[in-house]
T-cell receptor, first 114, second 115 residues
């Protein structure tokens, strides 16, 4: 396994359009996280899954955002009716359960909303 | 709530010298973990080192060591023998150990290594 992959790497869309991002975690990892990173900031937590269950959602995750991990493997993050403020890098990470286990990050999807 | 503070927006270091990147944290939890990640210009986040709150010894991983001072709530990253490839953004992060919560990140420090 070569690590966490994300698709697409870049997405440019017009305000009001819907976009969907995909994350494929490391195969044996049961935890999957979504973060958002804006310019000059550290990543901010959006939501995470343990297997197929979505365990926590940040207040940053408005009603326009939805995430799924239907079979406990890959995950999708959808943003409906995009706004210019949604422009950011969307990072996916995966890990094994356990307190000291580090999260392995994917290369990110850079979203630009025009 | 947990909070990470990185007060150095940018740092410069001469190649082959050591450098310390500062990180302070705030939490009311007794059990927690501290992490450092490196983010090169390509954008991927690379895990560097981990320190658990109950670990008595400071963590080390090759040229990276974590200077953990629990009473001061600080977790500084020390990079020894800096290399040009160390130029990147460095993020300190923490997580609560109970409930397996996600990471909370600081704003980062941009390290530039000069030849």
């Amino acid at each position: 396994d070569t690590g966490v992959s994300q698709d697409p790497r870049h997405k440019i869309t017009k305000r009001g359009q819907n976009v969907t991002f995909r994350c494929d975690p490391i195969s044996e990892h049961n935890r999957l996280y979504w973060y958002r990173q804006t310019l000059g900031q550290g990543p901010e937590f959006l939501t995470y899954f343990q297997n197929e269950a979505q365990l926590e959602k940040s207040r940053l995750l408005s009603d326009r955002f939805s995430a799924e991990r239907p079979k406990g493997s890959f995950s999708t993050l959808e943003i409906q009716r995009t706004e210019q403020g949604d422009s950011a890098m969307y990072l996916c990470a995966s890990s094994l359960s356990g307190n000291s286990n580090e999260q392995f990050f994917g290369p990110g999807t850079r979203l630009t909303v025009l | 709530a947990q909070k990470i503070t990185q007060t150095q927006p940018g740092m410069f270091v001469q190649e082959k010298e050591a450098v310390t990147l500062d990180c302070t944290y705030d939490t009311s939890d007794q059990s927690y973990g501290l992490f450092w990640y490196k983010q090169p210009s390509s954008g991927e986040m690379i895990f560097l080192i981990y320190q658990g709150s109950y670990d008595e010894q400071n963590a080390t991983e090759g040229r990276y060591s974590l200077n953990f001072q629990k009473a001061r709530k600080s977790a500084n990253l020390v990079i020894s023998a800096s290399q040009l490839g160390d130029s990147a953004m460095y993020f300190c992060a923490m997580r609560r150990n109970s409930g397996n919560t996600p990471l909370v990140f600081g704003k980062g420090t941009r390290l530039s290594v000069i030849a």
